[in-house]
């Protein structure tokens, strides 16, 4: 980030708003999301339930990471980059791991390499 960005953060309402319309799933791989206020403390056995409720396996290579991946975050189908807005008709929910993905593509380019990251069997939150 530049000096001079502004960090800018979607109202926890708006987010909330996109993940009841998507059913609590992602935009793109359509794995559960996690509210992020939900998101359990690191080495917890709240940790350890969620990851079993999500079918990864505690104590599993990097199996906290996967956990987090599921966290819930806004996607703004039009960026700001280019000239996207906060407002509700502009926000989406993805998981983290999708939203990190996806960086600045358009929504068909993204949603083309989740999908074959997803049949690669290379999507923390998807396993084929």
């Not at 079993?52 to 990097?62: N, T, V, W």
């Not at 280019?82 to 926000?91: H, T, V």
């Not at 990190?100 to 998807?126: D, T, V």
Request: with cysteine.
């Amino acid at each position: 980030m530049c000096r001079n960005e502004t960090v800018r953060a979607v109202p926890p309402e708006t987010l909330q708003r996109a993940i009841e319309h998507q059913g609590g799933r992602c935009l793109y791989c359509g794995c559960e999301m996690i509210l992020p206020d939900d998101m359990p403390a690191k080495n917890s056995p709240a940790m350890e339930r969620l990851a079993r409720e999500l079918g990864i396996e505690p104590f599993s290579s990097r199996w906290q990471e996967r956990v987090k991946y599921h966290r819930a975050t806004a996607e703004h189908l039009v960026p700001h980059s280019q000239g996207g807005s906060d407002e509700p008709g502009n926000i989406s929910a993805a998981c983290a791991f999708c939203n990190s993905r996806r960086g600045h593509l358009p929504i068909n380019e993204a949603r083309a390499e989740i999908e074959e990251l997803i049949r690669q069997g290379k999507h923390p939150c998807i396993r084929t």
